[in-house]
């Protein structure tokens, strides 16, 4: 536990370095605008603009991309909210409330209330995956060719029980995959 805290206290000390926060905050502004645009989502926008981080320092791009993430995460709610078009799948849920809400002359709390959710949900789950991330690894260690054969054997189970139609059908396309 204090070893999770001391390399916790080394990363503030790293990302809150002035060039690195800069990084971070271009990441988050270009991610932001990327995400408003209706069907790219954080992977396309990673994906637009890794090159980007070519020429810089393995810390500043990684700082740069999860900004990049983070920003096109929240981007896609704004399209959401404005005009009932989720700008990625994460932001579907955010038409229901958010566009009503415009619709009633609401638009900046709507917006307002999608970034903090997006804050606090981001913040927990970095919280528990820091915690937990340890345990995790030392499972998926374990996994040796028993375990992915099982787990394997469940995807397919799982295909062929969500399958409508034919079962025959489903059984060759779970076979084929």
Do not use: H, W
């Not at 980007?52 to 709610?77: C, D, E, H, R």
Request: aromatic fraction near 10%; charged fraction near 5%.
């Amino acid at each position: 536990m204090v070893e999770i805290l001391q390399n916790v206290g080394y990363g503030f000390q790293v990302a809150l370095q002035p060039f690195n926060l800069m990084y971070c905050f271009i990441g988050v502004l270009i991610g932001t605008l990327v995400g408003v645009l209706p069907g790219l989502g954080p992977a396309a926008a990673i994906a637009l603009l890794l090159p980007t981080t070519f020429k810089v320092s393995p810390v500043s791009a990684t700082i740069m991309l999860a900004g990049i993430y983070y920003g096109a995460m929240y981007g896609g709610s704004t399209t959401s909210v404005l005009v009932n078009i989720p700008g990625e799948a994460a932001s579907v849920v955010t038409c229901l409330d958010g566009y009503q809400m415009a619709q009633k002359g609401r638009a900046g709390p709507a917006l307002g209330i999608a970034a903090f959710g997006s804050f606090i949900a981001g913040t927990f789950a970095v919280i528990a995956l820091t915690f937990i991330g340890p345990f995790l690894s030392n499972i998926a260690l374990k996994f040796g060719p028993p375990e992915y054969f099982s787990l394997m054997i469940v995807g397919i189970t799982v295909l062929t029980y969500l399958s409508s139609g034919s079962m025959v059908k489903a059984l060759l396309m779970a076979g084929l995959g």
